[in-house]
């Protein structure tokens, strides 16, 4: 254990949950200086382990009681500050904390009061580091971090993300694929990955991140239980950076809301694909969506603007979706029929690219556009001139008979009164 370790805190996923949802920065679970257990065997081993800790503060455990733990703790570390949290402090209560020489009860108000009060030397770590020379594209050092969002949901953002992974892993790169939709992510039963890892699982011990070869995807999946979203979200931002420092291409599926963290992706993104449907309704939330990021100072350079689901009969082409987007490039993915849905379904990604499927076909168009060639690689750096302020500057992905298509199929759209209302200008 790091000796930066100064506070323990014994909390199951329930009572973390609680302490967010009373204002404490989730990231606040991740700090350097503060180790988290929600088991009391756990706690016991950690005090014992690090007399640097100073302070103990016990709201549960999963399998005693907090009072029972609380006690524990300090006849294991007496000179430690042990306090009893989110207990009502009844004259039992109090008799209990005195034989046990307790320092005191705390309100969840009053524990996330004390954690937030560390924030500040934590700011002045990171101020050293940064003064050190330590710079944001050093910290993406190392693989190529890909992100795939959208404006709303159900565009085929898993569907798209497992393909983009797997058709990496066929170039012989080390592929590690991501579920950031920490409510309702589903890429562990559609990933077909040659090692898995939740994200729970993760957050417990960093050690169970997957080796792989060259070749072969690593899947990160979302935790089963909705409810742990919030306090995951820091084990996911330290998921991703430790992905980078082992694979060299990392797929990052995110979900349908927008959010802190989800900005934090972007960010940090070599790229970020922005995956758009044949709906009118996706249309107009990539266009608030790509307004909200102008709004809020959120570079959009690294954008990739990308049209699934594209065939004969469908009624948008990229030449259309640019137009009501003022022009914005606009790449293709072809709709790949049913055998997507059924082998995916299946957990059998490799067998669908061995098919010839439209959809794999034009995935691996683009990642030739995306993938940098050589060493730039390995910087973690789109592949310069490609991508331009919302997508691709002149991607060769997009022929000359996608834009004679477009005009007849935009004529016919007119026929039939399907168009995408383009509002005010910016």
Same mark, same amino acid.
């Given at each position: 254990?790091?000796?930066?370790?100064?506070?323990?805190?014994?909390?199951? *996923?329930?009572?973390?949950?609680?302490?967010?949802? #009373?204002?404490?920065?989730?990231?606040?679970?991740?700090?350097?200086?503060?180790?988290?257990?929600?088991?009391?065997?756990?706690? $016991?081993?950690?005090?014992?382990?690090?007399?640097?800790?100073?302070?103990?503060?016990?709201?549960?455990?999963?399998?005693?009681?907090?009072?029972?733990?609380?006690?524990?703790?300090?006849?294991?570390?007496?000179?430690?500050?042990?306090?009893?949290?989110?207990?009502?402090?009844?004259?039992?209560?109090?008799?209990?904390?005195? *034989?046990?020489?307790?320092?005191?009860?705390?309100?969840?108000?009053?524990?996330?009061?004390?954690?937030?009060?560390?924030?500040?030397?934590?700011?002045?770590?990171?101020?050293? @580091?940064?003064?050190?020379?330590?710079?944001?594209?050093?910290?993406?050092?190392?693989?190529?971090?890909?992100?795939?969002?959208?404006?709303?949901?159900?565009?085929?953002?898993?569907?798209?993300?497992?393909?983009?992974?797997?058709?990496? *892993? $066929? #170039?012989?790169?080390?592929?590690?694929?991501?579920?950031?939709?920490?409510?309702?992510? @589903?890429?562990?039963?559609?990933?077909?990955?040659?090692?898995?890892?939740?994200?729970?699982?993760?957050?417990?011990?960093?050690?169970?991140?997957?080796?792989?070869?060259?070749?072969?995807?690593?899947?990160?999946?979302?935790?089963?239980?909705?409810?742990?979203?919030?306090?995951?979200?820091?084990?996911?931002?330290?998921?991703?950076?430790?992905?980078?420092?082992?694979?060299?291409?990392?797929?990052?599926?995110?979900?349908?809301?927008?959010?802190?963290?989800?900005?934090?992706?972007?960010?940090?993104?070599?790229?970020?694909?922005?995956?758009?449907?044949? #709906?009118?309704?996706?249309?107009?939330?990539?266009?608030?969506?790509?307004?909200?990021?102008?709004?809020?100072?959120?570079?959009?350079?690294?954008?990739?603007?990308?049209?699934?689901?594209?065939?004969?009969?469908?009624?948008?082409?990229?030449?259309?979706?640019?137009?009501?987007?003022?022009?914005?490039?606009?790449?293709?993915?072809?709709?790949?029929?049913?055998?997507?849905?059924?082998?995916?379904? *299946?957990?059998?990604?490799?067998?669908?690219?061995?098919?010839?499927?439209?959809?794999?076909?034009?995935?691996?168009?683009?990642?030739?556009?995306?993938?940098?060639?050589?060493?730039?690689?390995?910087?973690?750096?789109?592949?310069?001139?490609?991508?331009?302020?919302?997508?691709?500057?002149?991607?060769?992905?997009?022929?000359?008979?996608?834009? $004679?298509?477009?005009?007849?199929?935009?004529?016919?759209?007119? $026929?039939?009164?399907?168009?995408?209302?383009?509002?005010?200008?910016?």
């Amino acid at each position: 254990m790091s000796a930066m370790v100064r506070k323990l805190l014994c909390a199951d *996923a329930e009572q973390q949950v609680a302490l967010t949802s #009373r204002g404490l920065d989730p990231t606040l679970l991740e700090a350097p200086w503060l180790t988290v257990c929600s088991r009391a065997r756990a706690a $016991r081993e950690a005090i014992a382990a690090s007399p640097a800790i100073e302070e103990a503060i016990v709201l549960s455990s999963e399998e005693v009681e907090g009072i029972n733990l609380a006690a524990a703790l300090k006849v294991d570390a007496p000179a430690c500050r042990v306090y009893l949290a989110a207990c009502e402090e009844t004259g039992s209560v109090r008799s209990r904390l005195a *034989a046990a020489h307790l320092d005191g009860v705390l309100s969840l108000d009053e524990v996330v009061r004390r954690l937030s009060a560390e924030v500040v030397p934590d700011t002045a770590a990171i101020a050293a @580091d940064d003064a050190s020379g330590r710079s944001r594209e050093e910290e993406r050092a190392g693989g190529f971090l890909l992100t795939v969002v959208s404006g709303s949901g159900g565009v085929g953002k898993s569907t798209v993300a497992t393909v983009l992974a797997h058709g990496a *892993a $066929r #170039r012989g790169l080390r592929c590690a694929l991501i579920d950031a939709d920490l409510q309702f992510g @589903d890429l562990g039963e559609i990933g077909a990955a040659d090692a898995h890892v939740s994200l729970d699982a993760l957050a417990e011990d960093s050690a169970l991140l997957p080796e792989v070869s060259a070749g072969e995807v690593a899947l990160i999946e979302a935790p089963g239980r909705p409810e742990l979203a919030e306090v995951l979200a820091g084990p996911l931002d330290r998921a991703v950076q430790e992905a980078l420092g082992r694979f060299d291409f990392v797929v990052v599926d995110t979900g349908g809301s927008w959010n802190e963290q989800q900005v934090r992706l972007l960010e940090r993104s070599a790229a970020v694909v922005f995956l758009i449907d044949q #709906r009118a309704s996706s249309v107009r939330a990539c266009r608030r969506a790509l307004d909200l990021c102008l709004r809020c100072g959120v570079a959009t350079s690294s954008f990739v603007l990308v049209l699934n689901r594209c065939g004969r009969h469908a009624p948008f082409t990229s030449i259309d979706v640019s137009s009501a987007l003022q022009g914005a490039p606009v790449i293709e993915l072809a709709d790949g029929g049913r055998e997507v849905e059924e082998l995916l379904g *299946a957990a059998s990604a490799p067998a669908l690219f061995a098919s010839g499927n439209d959809l794999c076909a034009s995935v691996d168009r683009l990642l030739g556009e995306l993938l940098p060639r050589g060493t730039a690689l390995c910087q973690g750096v789109a592949q310069e001139g490609v991508i331009a302020r919302w997508g691709l500057k002149g991607a060769r992905v997009r022929e000359k008979k996608h834009m $004679r298509r477009a005009s007849r199929r935009r004529s016919r759209a007119q $026929r039939d009164e399907i168009r995408v209302p383009l509002g005010e200008g910016r």
